[in-house]
């Protein structure tokens, strides 16, 4: 995909914006070559069923078997690199005045590749904490074949990840949906958008007045709502959107004059 591609409606819409918010899902990480759950082929939940992993209840009744497959995933991401897209989405936040990512992935790339206003909607797999109270444990080893106990309750490690049927942190919903309605434009990457609440973001910010554009190869239930749909590949389609705004802007450079 090329900047000529990218429309030029689309283009002076982001010039123009003075917040941007982005929502990603896992289809961002798919290039690089982090498995999405819901894509037929690659997709983790081909293997696994993940409604008998990431519940509290699955972790109560199993917690080795829920910890390795999390140990299975940190390998995963761990061997990892961010994408041609993640590095479009740092460039992309020096040339708009404000522009913050909300991400449903648990992988850290958007914070590897360099992003700086990220909000982990559904946590990180890498930032462990205790069952039972919550307290932070910072300094699990890798590999660890089982989950370590915490040196101040003793209840066995977790990942901090927001399991099915869990709340999301408040902090992160509360900035995630002021980022929702405050921006000018809502870019929604990579999600099939049927987890909520992140894929209501969409909706609040519709109703708060933002233009939608999405980003994924195929259709989501957001497509409706978008202006704009950019059917390709996150790592083709947002270098494109930022070589055309820079073209727009008259600049060859990452940071707006
Ligand atoms: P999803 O698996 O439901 O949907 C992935 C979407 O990405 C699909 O719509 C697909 O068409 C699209 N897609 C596939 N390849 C793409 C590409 N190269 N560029 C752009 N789009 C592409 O994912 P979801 O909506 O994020 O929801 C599933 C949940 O699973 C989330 O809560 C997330 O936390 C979790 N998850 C996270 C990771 C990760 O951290 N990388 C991986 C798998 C699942």
Known sequence: MSAASIPAALTATLAAARRVTVLTGAGMSAESGVPTFRDAQAGLWSRYRPEELATREAFEA???A??????WRRDLVEKAE?????????ELAALVDRLTIVTQNVDGLHLRAGSQDVIEFHGNLFENYCV???HPMTSVPRPCPAPPPCP???SPAR?????FGESIPANALER????AQECDLFLAIGTSALVYPAAGLAETALGAGAVAVEVNPQRTSLSGLA????RAPSGEALPAIVAALRARLGIGGATRP
């Open 66 to 71: 829920v910890w390795s497959w999390y140990e």
């Open 132 to 134: 039972e109270r919550g």
């Open 82 to 90: 961010p994408n041609p897209g993640h590095v479009a989405l740092v």
């Open 152 to 154: 101040r309750c003793g």
């Open 62 to 64: 199993d917690p080795d």
């Open 159 to 163: 990942p901090g990840v927001v399991w």
């Open 227 to 230: 202006e704009f749909c950019l």
């Open 176 to 179: 995630a949906l002021a980022a």
